[in-house]
């Protein structure tokens, strides 16, 4: 990671994710006695989730084989470089697929929208009863995928990433969550439900293994200090 302030400031002044503004304070205070009986009651037994990822042991050995390396820079990302949300099925897009799965009792209008439900956030623990309250997480986030590798992919590698359903990358989660983990590496941010950690770091590991990702020394030793303790 570099560390270095400019980075940093960067980072922590860039717009909020999806251009949402920052969300509703009253809204939140109003969630909070669900959230903390959802934090009681742990996840939902039937709810949906990602692909199981790899086993600790597995993700372990995995780790061990990720190039590693200082973090490559930022200098030309964009997201509109990672073509995401894109058309799955019908008049479904990746978002719309992505809420379907990870959703309770989810209905669906005309174009895919879904107008009911019921989710649990796997970082936080809270439950939500409205889709606009959650964000659809890259759990290697686009920008970190492109300081680890994905500069030099092309457009079709870096869709693929974007919207990749075969392996944990994407999840439904509270949006605030998300937009606090922002492009940070596990070195940096991990889920605030600790019991989530164990499984976050087994995605984390497997996607970067698939796409062949570099990590960095911080970033690596994170994820063997979780890996280590599942």
């Known amino acids: ?24 304070t009253g809204a939140l205070a109003a969630a909070g006695a669900l959230a903390a009986t959802a934090l009681l009651a742990g996840a939902p037994a039937a ?74 956030s796997e970082y936080d623990g809270a439950t939500w009863s409205a889709a606009s309250d959650l964000d659809i997480d890259h759990v290697v986030a686009l920008a970190e995928a492109w300081r680890s590798g994905a500069a030099a992919w092309t457009t079709t590698q870096r869709r693929t990433f974007a919207n990749d359903l075969a392996r944990p990358q994407l999840i439904a989660v509270t949006d605030n969550v998300n937009q606090a983990k922002s492009d940070l590496d596990p070195a940096e941010w991990l889920p605030p439900r600790a019991a989530y950690r164990c499984t976050y770091a087994r995605m984390w590991v497997q996607v970067k293994h698939h796409y062949q990702l570099s990590v960095d020394t911080a970033e690596k030793n994170a994820l063997a200090a979780v890996l280590n303790g599942c």
Request: charged share 20%.
């Open 1 to 24: 990671m570099s560390g270095n302030t400019l980075h940093n400031l960067i980072r922590t002044s860039r717009p909020v994710r999806h251009g949402r503004i920052a969300r509703r």
């Open 47 to 120: 709810q949906a989730a990602p692909p199981t990822p790899v086993s600790a042991a597995t993700a372990r050995t995995y780790l061990g084989q990720l190039a590693e390396r200082p973090e490559g820079s930022g200098s030309g990302y964009s997201r509109d470089l990672f073509p995401h949300w894109i058309t799955q099925s019908g008049t479904c897009n990746t978002r719309e697929t992505v809420l379907k799965r990870d959703g309770t009792g989810v209905v669906q209008d005309g174009s895919c929208a879904a107008v009911s439900g019921s989710w649990y």
